[in-house]
C-alpha cells in the first residue's frame, strides 16, 4: 500500500497525494517545467538543487529510466511532483521504472494532485518554497508542521550552490555524443584544450564540447586563475549551475582575469550570469523563472526566433548595460535577456539550454561559435 504525501506551501496551501518516492520530508523552492520528455534529464540536472520540480505534463514515466540519458550521477532536485504516474514502461532502453528510480536515490515526490492548480498558483504569486512529506500517518499537526517548516527555508537568494555541486576533483572528460550503433563515442584528444569550469555541468554539454573536437578538463567551481592557465587552453567554459550568481566570487575574479588575457569564454545558463557579472552587469532573481523545452528566444542580430531548453531563476538585469557588453538574444516570453557577447573580449553567453537532450536544438550552432573563437585565438 502506498503512502499518503502532501506538499504544502508556504502560503499555507496544502496538496494531498500519494508518495511514489521514499517516506521523509524535503523542502525546496517550488517551480513548475512545461517540458513534455526528459523528465530523468530534469532530476538529474545539477541545476535543480533544492528545487522541487512540478511537471505540468499530466502523464508521466511511462519511458522509465535509462542510466546513459543520466546528466549527473544522482538526483539533484529536492523533490518531485506529478499529476499521474504511470504504472507502465513502454521503452526497450530502460532499466527501471520512474518510482524505483527515486526510491533508489532517496527523493521525495508526490503524485495525484491537481498539477494545473498549482502552476497557475506559481505563475501568479511566483515561485514558492515548499515541503513534500510523505508517510503513513500524516494528519493536522503534520502539515501544520511541514507548512511551517516550508516558511523557515532560506530560499536561493544569496545562496552559493556551485561549490556544493561541483566536481570533487579535476577529470578530463573523453565521452563523445550518442551513436546508435555503438552507444557514446570515446575520444583519444582533440583539436581545441578546453577547461570546463564546473559549477554543476550537464553531461550533454560536455559531450557535444568532444563532439566539436575539444579536450575537455572538467575543474571544480573555486579552481585559481594559475591552475586553469596550466592546461594552457584554448578556451574557457563556464558551466550552467543552481543557485545565485552573486555569491559565487571566485568564479566572477576568475573570470575577470580571463577576459583581461583575450582567452576565448563560452558561458551557457550560470556561467552566462558570471560572465556578465564579470563584465559589469548585475543579476535579478526571477518571479518565477523559465523552466521548460519550449521557449522562444530571438537572435536580435538576425531576427531568427529559436526554440529553446531553460532552466533558471535568475538572469541578467538589463536595467545598466555596460558599453562593452552586447545582448544578442532575448526571451520572447518577458524580454528578459538570453544572450550577451562581449565587445572588447573573445567571449559570450546564452541563458537557455543548446546541448538540450531531449529537447530542441535549434541553438546548437552556438558550440560552432566557441569552436571559431578559438581557432580566431589559434589564428
Not at 116 to 129: A, I, N, P
Not at 189 to 196: L, P, Q, S
Not at 237 to 256: H, M, R, T, W
Not at 281 to 309: C, D, Q, W
Amino acid at each position: 500500500m502506498k503512502s499518503k504525501a502532501v506538499l504544502a506551501l508556504e502560503n499555507g496551501m496544502v496538496f494531498e497525494g500519494t508518495a511514489i518516492g521514499v517516506d521523509g520530508l524535503c523542502v525546496g523552492e517550488v517551480v513548475f517545467n512545461t517540458s513534455i520528455t526528459g523528465y530523468q534529464e530534469i532530476l538529474t540536472d545539477p541545476s535543480y538543487a533544492r528545487q522541487i520540480i512540478t511537471l505540468t505534463h499530466p502523464h508521466i514515466g511511462n519511458t522509465g529510466i535509462t542510466p546513459e540519458d543520466n546528466e549527473s550521477a544522482r538526483i539533484w532536485a529536492s523533490g518531485l511532483v506529478v499529476k499521474d504516474l504511470s504504472e507502465i514502461v513502454s521503452n526497450w532502453r530502460s532499466k527501471m521504472s520512474l518510482a524505483e528510480f527515486l526510491v533508489k536515490n532517496e527523493t521525495v515526490a508526490i503524485s495525484g494532485i491537481d498539477t494545473r492548480q498549482l502552476t497557475s498558483v506559481l505563475r501568479e504569486t511566483g515561485s514558492l518554497k515548499g515541503v513534500i512529506l510523505s508517510g503513513e500517518n500524516i494528519g493536522a499537526c503534520e502539515i501544520e508542521r511541514a507548512v511551517n517548516s516550508a516558511r523557515e527555508f532560506s530560499g536561493l537568494v544569496g545562496v552559493d550552490l556551485a561549490r556544493e555541486v561541483t566536481a570533487a576533483q579535476p577529470a578530463l572528460w573523453n565521452e563523445g555524443p550518442w551513436d546508435i550503433k555503438s552507444g557514446f563515442t570515446k575520444s583519444d584528444g582533440g583539436k581545441y584544450k578546453v577547461v570546463a569550469l564546473d559549477f554543476g555541468v550537464k553531461r550533454n554539454i560536455l559531450r557535444l564540447l568532444v563532439g566539436k573536437g575539444c579536450s575537455v578538463n572538467v575543474v571544480p567551481a573555486q579552481t585559481s586563475i594559475d591552475a586553469i592557465l596550466e592546461y594552457e587552453p584554448d578556451g574557457v567554459f563556464l558551466s550552467n549551475g543552481p543557485g545565485d550568481p552573486e555569491p559565487c566570487d571566485y568564479a566572477i575574479q576568475v573570470v575577470k582575469d580571463l577576459l583581461s588575457r583575450n582567452i576565448p569564454i563560452f558561458g551557457i545558463c550560470l556561467g552566462l550570469q558570471i560572465l556578465g557579472i564579470a563584465a559589469g552587469m548585475k543579476s535579478i532573481k526571477m518571479l518565477h523563472g523559465h523552466h521548460g523545452a519550449n521557449h522562444p528566444v530571438k537572435n536580435l542580430e538576425t531576427g531568427e526566433v529559436l526554440i529553446t531548453s531553460q532552466n533558471h531563476g535568475f538572469c541578467l538585469d538589463d536595467s545598466q548595460v555596460p558599453n562593452s557588453v552586447e545582448i544578442t538574444h532575448r526571451s520572447l516570453f518577458d524580454n528578459s535577456v538570453q544572450g550577451v557577447r562581449l565587445k572588447s573580449s573573445p567571449a559570450f553567453g546564452f541563458q537557455g539550454h543548446p546541448e538540450a537532450s531531449p529537447g530542441p536544438h535549434d541553438a546548437k550552432t552556438l558550440f560552432d561559435d566557441f569552436v571559431t573563437l578559438m581557432d580566431g585565438k589559434n589564428a
